[in-house]
């Protein structure tokens, strides 16, 4: 282990709603693969400080290596799908992950994708909210209430970011949970993320 590599305190596991990436001005192109199902991706595993600062980029020379992880493809195209214009097969949304993010992680690259794939299982965040009411049907819902299934369910406080959609109303983007350095354990997040939701949050459906 370089001594770089584990310089950070905790992980931002983020996981986005593929409805509120696609329902902006700037909307979405599903991946060559095809439309993925209605539940939230992985949008990454983030080595954080305490502070709220991150590193990032920390090995330049480690570039993606589709063979070390060719072994979770199938899990990576159903649940860390791209959404970004052009439409892709997800390569380069998951090189761009390793390169800034995974790099300073202190993982090789197939337990970095292992972890978060694994860590998504953990956090079924559509079932914890769907079982507390809360669905992607178009309807809105205060912060405190998608806070409080997550947590119920998860076991842990959730960050909530929001985006706007084409008609400028607040929805649900994506769910911030903390995991400790190690990439074990979920914890209680040492620092919570900046950006504001509306009173009202639409969760659309996908
Ligand atoms: P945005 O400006 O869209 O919030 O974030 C742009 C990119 O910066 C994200 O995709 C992510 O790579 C990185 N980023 C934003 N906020 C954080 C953060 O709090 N921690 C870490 N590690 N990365 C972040
Ligand atoms: P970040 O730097 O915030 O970790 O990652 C965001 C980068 O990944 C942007 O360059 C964005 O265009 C690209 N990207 C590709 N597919 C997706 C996707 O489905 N969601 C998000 N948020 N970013 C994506
Ligand atoms: P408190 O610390 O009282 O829970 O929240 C302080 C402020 O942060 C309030 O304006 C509250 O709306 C905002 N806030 C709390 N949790 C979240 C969250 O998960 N996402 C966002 N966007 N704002 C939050």
């Avoid at 060559?32 to 991150?54: M, Q, R, V």
């Avoid at 202190?106 to 909210?129: E, I, M, P, R, V």
Wanted: hydrophobic share 25%; aromatic share 14%; charged share 15%.
């Amino acid at each position: 282990v370089s001594a770089y590599s584990q310089d950070f305190d905790f992980f931002y596991f983020v996981q986005q709603w593929p409805g509120s990436y696609c329902d902006t001005e700037k909307s979405c192109c599903y991946p060559s693969t095809g439309k993925p199902e209605a539940d939230f991706g992985i949008h990454g595993l983030w080595p954080n400080y305490n502070d709220g600062s991150y590193p990032s980029s920390c090995d330049p020379s480690s570039q993606f290596d589709q063979s070390q992880t060719s072994s979770l493809l199938k899990r990576m195209r159903t649940e860390w799908p791209t959404l970004a214009c052009p439409s892709g097969d997800g390569l380069k949304f998951w090189s761009h992950e390793w390169e800034k993010h995974g790099t300073c992680s202190a993982l090789g690259q197939h337990d970095y994708f292992q972890t978060a794939l694994d860590l998504k299982n953990q956090a079924n965040l559509l079932q914890s909210l769907t079982s507390a009411g809360i669905e992607p049907n178009g309807n809105s819902y205060t912060l405190e209430s998608i806070k409080d299934a997550i947590k119920q369910s998860v076991g842990f406080t959730p960050f909530v970011e929001c985006n706007d959609d084409t008609s400028g109303n607040s929805q649900l983007y994506q769910i911030y949970l903390c995991v400790d350095n190690s990439a074990s354990n979920l914890i209680e997040c040492p620092t919570f993320p900046h950006g504001k939701c509306g009173s009202q949050i639409e969760f659309p459906s996908f």
